[in-house]
């Protein structure tokens, strides 16, 4: 019996959520609808200029954990902070969601990652992080016992930007096969894609990784196409099983020469879209992890996507249990 279900990996970050107007993002050059890395003095002039703010914590695989937990999931996280006021948030919310996080704060500087998120009228989401801490993981963070038991290892496209932090990845995928658990990923980011697109493709070709989440852009990105069913193609061809959303439309999941459609949750207003990646992580994890049908675990991904952007913030304000009871689906 696995301790866990689900571990997540991944670069803990305290979100500052604002609103904006798309003239904000065009003085500041903000490309809309990325993650932007930037350094430190960006970090303190972008906060100088942005308005009234949320903080919340986020971090992509911290908010995937956050809602396997929530679905009652039992989750553990990886994930560095620093012994400052905003790594005491992180650890606080998180370990406050019901998700084990042991990895201990060393030191003040670098300081714990944040991201400035700006939210338009639209809905999209700008991210703007400065990874501070989140550098720091590595291979000395692996608590190899909690990876040997989860029956799945989570990790996301983002960690492969601080060099060490591959090498804790490696290390956990060669620990979940030795116990016969399965590796996934999250590709994160078209522009993330594009950094990497070589070694996100040999992480999948070479079995490192089993199970594969994207949305549809970054699905054409990994393979510099514009025909997406073409990209369905490859992505079924290249990994055990892959999880593409399609905002509105749903998601496809394949597995082989299987494809099954999934519809989007109806929803009453789109507020914020920060976090819907994750979240459809979230529910497809928890599904998977609890032997449900993939449409099942499409389904459980879709709905708790469609509640989390009918709020600001990434870690979902209602219970995703009690939804997905009442949805008829566990």
């Known amino acids: 019996m696995a301790k866990f279900d689900v571990l997540t990996i991944g670069n803990a970050i305290v979100d500052i959520i604002a609103r904006c107007d798309d003239a904000f993002l065009t003085e500041n050059a903000i ?26 914590s986020g971090g992509s695989a911290g908010n995937t954990a956050a809602g396997v937990a929530n679905f009652g999931g ?12 905003l790594g005491e948030i992180f650890i606080h919310d998180i370990r406050a969601q019901g998700v084990y996080f042991e990895t201990r704060p060393e030191g003040t500087f670098p300081p714990t990652a944040r991201s400035m998120i700006f939210v338009t009228p639209d809905g999209e989401r700008s991210m703007n992080t400065y990874l501070g801490a989140c550098v720091e993981l590595g291979p000395e963070h692996v608590e190899i016992d909690v990876v040997a038991e989860a029956k799945v290892t989570y990790f996301e496209g983002y960690l492969w930007d601080p060099p060490r932090a ?19 990923m999250t590709l994160s980011d078209s522009f993330c894609v594009g950094r990497y697109r070589a070694e996100f493709l040999d992480l999948m070709r070479s079995g490192t990784v089993d199970i594969v989440f994207a949305n549809r852009d970054e699905a054409l990105s990994l393979y510099e196409t ?4 073409l990209a369905l193609t490859k ?14 439309d749903g998601a496809m999941i394949v597995r082989g020469d299987e494809r099954i459609h999934v519809p989007a949750t109806t929803i009453n207003q789109l ?32 709905l708790a996507a469609g509640i ?13 249990s009690d939804a997905a009871k009442a949805a008829g689906l566990i």
């Open 166 to 184: 591959k090498e804790a990845i490696l290390d956990c995928a060669r620990i979940a096969h030795e116990n016969g658990r399965e590796m996934s």
């Open 271 to 302: 507020i914020d879209t920060t976090g819907a990646g994750d979240l459809f992580a979230a529910g497809f994890l928890y599904g998977y992890t609890q032997d449900r049908s993939l449409e099942d675990c499409g389904k459980l991904g879709c």
């Open 235 to 248: 992505i079924a061809a290249d990994c055990k099983l892959a999880a593409v959303t399609m905002s509105e």
């Open 226 to 229: 514009d025909d997406f069913d």
């Open 74 to 85: 039992r989750t553990a996280y990886f994930g560095k902070v620093a012994e400052d006021q």
């Open 308 to 320: 989390v952007i009918q709020q600001i913030g990434p870690r979902p304000m209602s219970s995703l």
């Open 31 to 56: 490309t809309k609808g990325a993650m932007n890395l930037i350094d430190a003095e960006r970090a303190e002039l972008l906060y100088s200029r942005m308005g009234p703010a949320l903080e919340a």
